[in-house]
């Protein structure tokens, strides 16, 4: 019981970080909700449900165009398939003894942030850290969501563009720690970034979104490391602590 | 006919939790095939690292605030900062370097 509190506090504390950038993401997505010709209650209900950005953003686009509801379950789909693999990693690392209540739980908040800090915590995933995290980001992400239609002019421009780049941030805090133990791990993450370049910039493949970038990447990235670099037994735990 | 908002936001709000809980809910024994284990191993390091560049450069208002915001994890991860105090060095980074950009 007492480690269980201490998870969810210790959620809490790594989720303020995540909640304060969801505030300035999610309040520009509260801008183009407006556009879009909803209302506060609808965004805020949008966002309390889906808690993904690009997936967001983009049905925005659908619902001004009056998009057929199969369209919007493929764009979702393509759009938010990165956290199927987000999910399967997390897969290993949560607590085996976490019951499958806790699994439905927990899948809830596998956004690209809480999974990032998930997978930097020590040992096994607890779920009461995953719900500290959530509980802390969730209400960030509706209520900038609700607060960016009601009023787009509340933060000024600077403080607004400062906050945005708590989350990238984030993943740096994550992934650049265990760079120092691990040299495969710093090769992976230079190849990655250069790939990610490369394929934002480079003709013909710079038309594919996003989304769809991140999750080819992660397949042929960490495929060829996989074959190349196999882990030994227990890595996983050590670098764990990062 | 006119589309329900409500009725798009349950199908976004089902597909995305339908993708997040499947994998959670399906794989729950232990992975023991190596080759899938070093794979799962190195998704997040991959995925993050993608996801973090080049799109850091694009989400602030210049791209030299947010290079000396992305210098500035860099530097506070590298000396083993929380992530709190890593998240909040970028920022302020990012705003004082703004400041004097657009002064």
């Known amino acids: 019981m007492e480690q269980k509190g201490k998870w969810f ?13 969801y505030l300035a993401v999610s309040f520009t997505l509260g801008i183009a909700s407006r556009k879009a010709g909803l209302t506060s209650i609808q965004a805020a209900l949008m966002s309390l449900t889906n808690l993904t950005s690009a997936g967001e953003f983009a049905a925005l686009s659908l619902i001004t165009s009056q998009a057929a509801y199969a369209e919007m379950a493929f764009t979702q789909l393509i759009i938010n398939l ?15 003894r976490a019951g499958i209540g806790h699994r439905f739980l927990v899948a809830f908040g596998v956004t690209d942030e809480i999974f990032g800090v998930s997978v930097a915590s020590s040992g096994r995933l607890s779920p009461f850290y995953s719900y ?3 509980s802390a980001a969730i209400p960030g992400w509706t209520i900038g969501t609700y607060v960016g239609v009601v009023s787009g002019e509340i933060l000024p421009d600077r403080v607004l563009s400062a906050m945005s780049v708590a ?31 490369a394929m934002a910039y480079l003709p013909w493949v710079r038309e594919i979104s996003s989304g769809m970038r991140i999750i080819i990447l992660t397949i042929l990235i960490a495929g060829a490391a996989a074959i190349l670099f196999p882990i030994k037994e227990g890595e996983e735990e050590e670098n764990d602590g990062a | ?53 080049p ?13 000396l915001g992305l210098l500035a994890a860099i530097f506070l991860a590298y000396r083993g900062k929380s992530l709190f105090q890593i998240a909040c060095g970028a920022c302020a980074v990012v705003w004082i370097s703004e400041v004097i950009i657009f002064m």
């Open chain 1, 9 to 21: 506090v210790r959620g809490i504390k790594d989720g303020v970080p995540i909640g304060l950038g």
């Open chain 1, 82 to 96: 990165r956290y199927c693999l987000m999910s399967c990693a997390l897969s290993q690392k949560i607590d085996p």
């Open chain 1, 132 to 134: 500290g995290m959530m």
């Open chain 1, 167 to 197: 989350l990238y941030a984030m993943f740096i805090a994550v992934i650049i720690p265990p760079c120092k133990e691990n040299r495969i791990i710093a090769g992976i993450i230079v190849t990655a970034m250069a790939a990610s370049t």
């Open chain 2, 1 to 53: 006919m006119e589309h329900n908002i409500y009725i798009y936001i349950l199908v976004m709000a089902l597909v995305t939790y339908g993708i997040r809980m499947l994998p959670l809910t399906l794989i729950r024994k232990q992975i023991r095939h190596k080759t899938i284990r070093s794979f799962l191993f190195y998704v997040p390091y991959v995925t993050l690292a993608v996801m973090t560049f």
């Open chain 2, 55 to 67: 799109a850091i450069l694009t989400a602030t208002d210049s791209v030299w605030s947010a290079a």
